[in-house]
């Protein structure tokens, strides 16, 4: 009798904890379907033409300024549940200035599965001398994981509303962190304590009319302030501020 009540017993547990199994499965694949996709404009980003070759694949997409055999590459992190079709015209903005473009196509939408994403398309593109990792919120603070665990491999450090996720203070390469000014899904506390982790000589800009989701293009975020600039104008300024300090890094 005590035996069948004990098989009994364990039984109802290995129910409950299946079925606790099925409830976080089902409710995380829910979570990471819910994600904000390319807008009509970033998907005519994406087509080819006389200044710009892009390609893809299951892992990422390229930017190939045409006629160019650039020595200088960026390699982008999206935001977190977000598409990384959304980021070609600010992408394509920036191969259009001369520079090898490579977004990261992160496993559901999400950086954090795959930090080291980095490391396979550097292997892939020889030709490029310098790498700057970049990333937008969620993506610039894995982006700055990579940078700091393989520094001697990174030229420069991108932010785009995002902050570093360690100590950066002492790494060997610049730093650049861009925000709008009417980004309300930026934490600016912890962004203002993360500036304590970064180089002493650091550069800030800051997009006055800009908010979070308009470094991409996937539409309105929830929770983010309103922009007084357009998405065009807003990754207009990103990519003048990202290229004069690609140019200045250049020069020293």
């Known amino acids: 009798m005590e035996k069948n009540r004990k098989s009994s017993w364990i039984r109802k547990v290995l129910i409950g904890l299946a079925i606790l199994t099925v409830i976080a499965a089902g409710a995380f694949f829910w979570y990471v379907n819910d994600y904000y996709q390319a807008t009509a404009d970033a998907v005519e980003a994406l087509q080819s033409d006389g200044s710009v070759t892009i390609t893809e694949t299951d892992d990422a997409i390229t930017f190939v300024p045409n006629g160019e055999n650039p020595e200088e590459g960026i390699i982008f992190y999206p935001g977190g549940k977000v598409e990384a079709e959304a980021y070609a015209p600010l992408l394509r903005s920036l191969a ?11 496993p559901f939408h999400l950086a954090v599965f795959d930090a080291d994403a980095a490391e396979a398309i550097m292997a892939q593109e020889e030709s490029v001398q310098d790498w700057y990792l970049a990333g937008h919120s969620l993506g610039g603070v894995m982006a700055s ?3 700091a665990d393989q520094s001697d ?3 420069g450090l991108i932010f785009l509303a995002a902050y570093p996720s360690g100590d950066l203070t002492a790494a060997p390469f610049p730093v650049l962190s861009i925000y709008g000014s ?3 899904v930026l934490s600016r506390e912890s962004y203002e304590e993360a500036q304590e982790k970064l180089p002493g000589d650091y550069t800030e800009i800051e997009l006055v009319g800009g908010n979070h989701a308009q470094f991409g293009d996937y539409g309105t ?5 309103t922009a007084s600039i357009t998405a065009e104008q807003q990754q207009q300024q990103a990519v003048e501020a990202i290229t004069a300090f690609i140019e200045n890094n250049r020069q020293q």
């Open 96 to 106: 259009e200035a001369d520079l090898l473009v490579i977004v990261a196509k992160m």
């Open 145 to 147: 994981s990579f940078a």
């Open 153 to 155: 491999e990174v030229a």
């Open 182 to 184: 009417e980004d309300e």
């Open 221 to 225: 975020q929830e929770g983010d302030g």
